[in-house]
């Protein structure tokens, strides 16, 4: 958990890879890099796949976020994220890929030559500065993931509590 938590004191928004969640999220967190920054945040992306396939990801998504492998997926054990076909194969995940399939859209393929495990459940934490915990989301399907307005309201509601109280203003002294 050391690499998770060495943020430089910053909040820490630790996101683990899945075949399809993961990317529709990064899509979205994207957008809003500016916003998760202003308050307070840093995104991690966590990845059990190959280093090979991890960089091609990070060259196909155009990821802008720092990327930490676990391929023994310690850390996905440590928060409780296992394996599932059940919900990656989901009614909700076949919706999704249709929905997507019919607007044009590309869905996510195999790279050749690496090997990977689409049935990985994903996750996206945020954690203070001392690792608690200020968000857990454990993905209930492979397309679950937490809205980005979620994860921002809950850095600004972090930030407002931890704010030093040298910034609130003096009281004046009476004499």
Request: with cysteine; hydrophobic share 35%; charged share 25%.
């Amino acid at each position: 958990m050391a690499e998770v938590q060495a943020a430089g004191g910053r909040v820490m928004v630790v996101s683990f890879g899945s075949q399809t969640g993961a990317q529709r999220w990064l899509q979205d967190t994207s957008c809003a890099y500016a916003e998760v920054q202003a308050a307070g945040g840093r995104v991690m992306v966590v990845s059990f796949g190959t280093q090979t396939g991890a960089q091609r990801w990070l060259q196909d998504t155009s990821c802008p976020y720092d990327m930490l492998l676990d391929q023994d997926r310690k850390l996905y054990g440590a928060f409780g994220l296992g394996r599932s076909v059940f919900k990656v194969w989901s009614v909700a995940a076949l919706t999704y890929y249709a929905e997507q399939k019919a607007a044009g859209r590309t869905l996510p393929k195999k790279y050749e030559n690496v090997e990977d495990d689409p049935h990985q459940m994903g996750g996206d934490f945020i954690l203070d500065p001392q690792g608690r915990a200020l968000l857990v989301h454990c993905s209930k399907v492979s397309t679950d993931r937490p809205e980005v307005s979620t994860i921002i309201s809950v850095l600004k509601d972090y930030q407002l509590r931890e704010e030093p109280t040298s910034k609130m203003p003096k009281e004046e002294e009476s004499t």
